[in-house]
């Protein structure tokens, strides 16, 4: 099993640019996540899924919007890079909403100049 | 406002003493708290949890204590090795609220031989 593989590991946006983070599960997760790490804090939630076709805004959602057309992908994506959305990126899955751990992907660092 | 807050952002041990890393919060949802350890270059990867009906769970050297009254919770290793070394963050999650987690800041745990 992959678990959740993140792609790309590392991008440079320039300001204005969009883009796709792709998030893919092998371990059939119904609930998916997105968050942002920056220096010296922790993980601040993006945008969250607890199905295929149900989405829902996090804590930090502003310039990025998601989609979840099946069980097994969660992309992420950029409209417009800014330098405040400097930072890493994580996706994480977990078997169901609630009491459970999340399996986190290893992060796309993102560097919009 | 902070919800999870690890007030240390950085604790040293030597090897084989015993590690204690904290974490308060402050929302009385919260119901369900997660400890994540994470290395550099890596997503967090799940270490133990607790329900808020106990207050104590173990597993191998790892141990967190959850004081509902003081909304604080402890992570104990015991006794600390050197691969013990990394970042800690305390998670809390709020299943009223679609299971949501809220981080905290890390704590860099260091361990000297």
């Known amino acids: 099993n992959a678990g959740v593989t993140q792609t790309p590991k590392f991008q440079v946006l320039k300001t204005g640019q969009s883009m796709t983070l792709q998030c893919a599960q092998d371990?059939?997760?119904?609930?998916m996540s997105w968050y942002r790490q920056d220096p010296g804090m922790g993980l601040r939630l993006i945008h969250y899924?607890?199905?295929?076709?149900?989405?829902d805004q996090g804590e930090v959602p502003n310039g990025y919007n998601v989609s979840r057309s099946t069980t097994e992908d969660f992309p992420l994506r950029l409209l417009s890079a800014a330098p405040s959305q400097t930072s890493v990126y994580f996706c994480?899955?977990?078997?169901?909403?609630?009491?459970?751990?999340?399996?986190f992907g290893q992060g796309t660092r993102l560097t919009v100049v | 406002d902070q919800q999870v807050k690890q007030n240390s952002p950085s604790l040293s041990v030597q090897e084989g003493r015993i590690s204690i890393l904290n974490c308060d919060y402050t929302n009385s949802m919260f119901d369900y708290f997660l400890w994540y350890k994470k290395y550099p270059a890596e997503g967090p990867t799940f270490l133990i949890s607790i329900s808020s009906i106990k207050d104590k769970n173990e597993d191998g050297r790892f141990t967190v204590f959850l004081n509902k009254s003081a909304k604080h919770l402890s992570l104990h290793i015991v006794p600390s090795q050197p691969g013990d070394s990394a970042v800690y963050f305390c998670a809390a999650t709020d299943n009223t609220n679609a299971g949501k987690s809220t981080f905290g800041d890390g704590t860099t745990l260091t361990v000297k031989p």
């Open positions: 994480a899955s977990s078997y169901e909403v609630g009491n459970t751990e999340a399996f």
């Open positions: 899924s607890v199905g295929a076709g149900i989405t």
């Open positions: 371990m059939n997760h119904e609930y």
